[in-house]
């Protein structure tokens, strides 16, 4: 089974930046696709960012241009570096996967909150 494993979050001011790490553990060769979502309380998890195993990435509208995933296949991690951060950006983060072979639980999430 596969597990993830979110970390990288914290409080920044507007403007700021983070780097969310999303280390993947288990029988990892199952997975085609790697995404970050993001939920805030009383909504559900919306996806934000996705990135292939060939590295085609995809991101939401709203944070195109600030956000960026990247993969390091070597760690089985995958990244989110975030800049420009704006208090709409606050929310918990999670990542998960595509896996072929079974559904990839839910990590804790790593919550991320940026003050005005």
């Known amino acids: 089974q596969v597990q993830v494993v979110e970390s990288g979050g914290g409080s920044v001011q507007a403007g700021g930046s983070l780097r969310l790490s999303c280390a993947a553990s288990?029988?990892?060769?199952?997975?085609?696709?790697m995404h970050w979502y993001r939920q805030v309380p009383g909504k559900g998890r919306d996806l934000i960012a996705s990135i292939t195993n060939s590295g085609t990435t995809y991101y939401v509208e709203s944070v195109k241009d600030r956000f960026i995933i990247f993969r390091d296949n070597v760690k089985n991690t995958i990244y989110l570096q975030m800049i420009s951060l704006k208090p709409t950006d606050t929310a918990v983060y999670y990542c998960?996967?595509?896996?072929?072979?079974?559904?990839?639980?839910w990590g804790q999430g790593t919550q991320v909150t940026v003050s005005s």
């Open positions: 998960n996967g595509d896996c072929s072979t079974a559904t990839i639980p």
């Open positions: 288990g029988d990892t060769a199952c997975i085609s696709a």
